[in-house]
């Protein structure tokens, strides 16, 4: 009998393994994860979650039955050391265990700050896994101080959780500005305006020179321009690396990820990889996309080339970010965009980003509309006339027609 492995019980492994079986797929399936629960939605870990507003079950993407009922395999709170490919077996400690396709959908690890400027110290957070997110709970209170490292999209969500604890949050981001890898001044602008007004200090174009404790916990922080912080807790939002040393150890090819081609395959014939961890071909490069559409979408139709689809993944980019009460989503990709229209709007904004005449991309801040027609726009390779996006009466579904 037929037998596919799975390393790596996140987003992408859960949707993986649920796609064979949802495919025909009738042989042992085997789902490897490091963390000891069921696989969960990270999204909601450093928001709903750490609010508690959100119960550990509501996390979890299928309960432990839906495994059961599936005939899939689950070894979870286990570590694979090594993937032999040449033998077609994986380890896991003394176990070895044969393969006749093998995925990975191994994800991320959050940057963390060297030991020598105190990134050992206990208060020094990382927001990645529900471990993480449990042990920031009890920090998390009114009264308390912290300080965000990073002013991404994952330390300013660490921010705003803070605030609304009543925590008194500072963030600094060392770049000129928040958000400057992943959107345009304006969206920059929107958020740090929206941050300012619930109290976080942001500090932009200061990095962090160390941070100081006592006994091993985290006392306070010294910034790059000399200021000294009383600190409680940091939370560190510096980004996220993928998670290809399994990969390597395999002499797998590795590229800005683990390198797949357009169907998912990597360097080996019979080694898969989807999510996170993968890099893959996009109009003309190699991209790895960090969200969960992706993980979902580039897992359903790895599970498919498994079982002999030969189907190219067409990535349809998009993301979402939840702040206080503005909900962000982002259809498409920025990367080369020279210049970018602004659509206003009361208690809505949104701005499209073009490359000459072409449309690339739209963060839309509590405007789904926009959104809905910028990425509908954007998915069929059409365009909007940027005088139409900039005038707040115009109707934009006619966009969709043209």
Not at 128 to 146: I, N
Not at 210 to 227: N, Y
Not at 317 to 345: C, E, H
Request: glycine share 12%.
């Amino acid at each position: 009998m037929s037998h596919i492995v799975v390393i790596g019980a996140g987003q992408a492994g859960s949707s993986l393994v649920a796609g064979l079986r949802k495919g025909g797929f009738d042989g042992a399936i085997t789902l490897i994860g490091a963390e000891p629960v069921l696989p969960y939605q990270r999204p909601p870990l450093s928001k709903a979650y750490l609010l508690g507003e959100m119960d550990l079950e509501r996390l979890f993407l299928r309960p432990e039955s839906f495994y059961a009922e599936n005939d899939i395999t689950l070894r979870l709170g286990q570590q694979v050391t090594a993937i032999d490919p040449a033998a077609k077996t994986v380890t896991i400690g003394d176990e070895v265990i044969s393969y006749d396709q093998l995925a990975l959908t191994t994800g991320s690890h959050p940057r963390h700050l060297p030991a020598a400027i105190g990134g050992d110290l206990t208060g020094v957070h990382v927001v990645r896994t529900l471990a993480d997110v449990d042990a920031m709970a009890s920090v998390v209170t009114e009264g308390a101080r912290a300080l965000i490292v990073g002013g991404g999209y994952i330390g300013l969500e660490a921010a705003a959780v803070c605030a609304k604890r009543g925590v008194k949050v500072t963030l600094v981001e060392m770049a000129d500005r928040i958000l400057q890898r992943v959107a345009a001044p304006e969206t920059s602008d929107y958020f740090r305006a929206l941050h300012s007004a619930h109290g976080v200090d942001i500090r932009e174009g200061v990095g962090l020179d160390r941070i100081t404790g006592a006994d091993g916990k985290v006392s306070g922080a010294v910034l790059g321009d000399g200021t000294e912080l009383a600190v409680d807790f940091v939370v560190v939002g510096v980004g996220i690396t993928p998670a290809t040393e399994l990969a390597d150890l395999a002499g797998l090819e590795i590229e800005n990820g683990i390198k797949a081609d357009a169907q998912g395959r990597t360097s080996d014939p019979s080694i898969w990889a989807a999510g996170d961890c993968a890099s893959f071909p996009y109009k003309g490069r190699r991209i790895r996309l960090e969200s969960v559409p992706n993980a979902i979408d580039q897992a359903e139709v790895v599970a498919q080339n498994m079982l002999g689809a030969g189907k190219d993944y067409l990535a349809t980019p998009w993301f979402w970010s939840d702040q206080y009460d503005v909900k962000l989503q982002i259809a498409g990709l920025n990367m080369g965009y020279d210049r970018v229209v602004t659509r206003p709007g009361e208690g809505a904004t949104s701005f499209w980003y073009y490359q000459g005449d072409q449309l690339l991309a739209v963060d839309a801040m509590n405007d789904p509309r926009a959104y809905m027609v910028g990425k509908r726009l954007i998915d069929a390779g059409k365009t909007a006339d940027p005088a139409v996006v900039a005038d707040p009466a115009a109707d934009l579904k006619p966009l969709l027609k043209a």
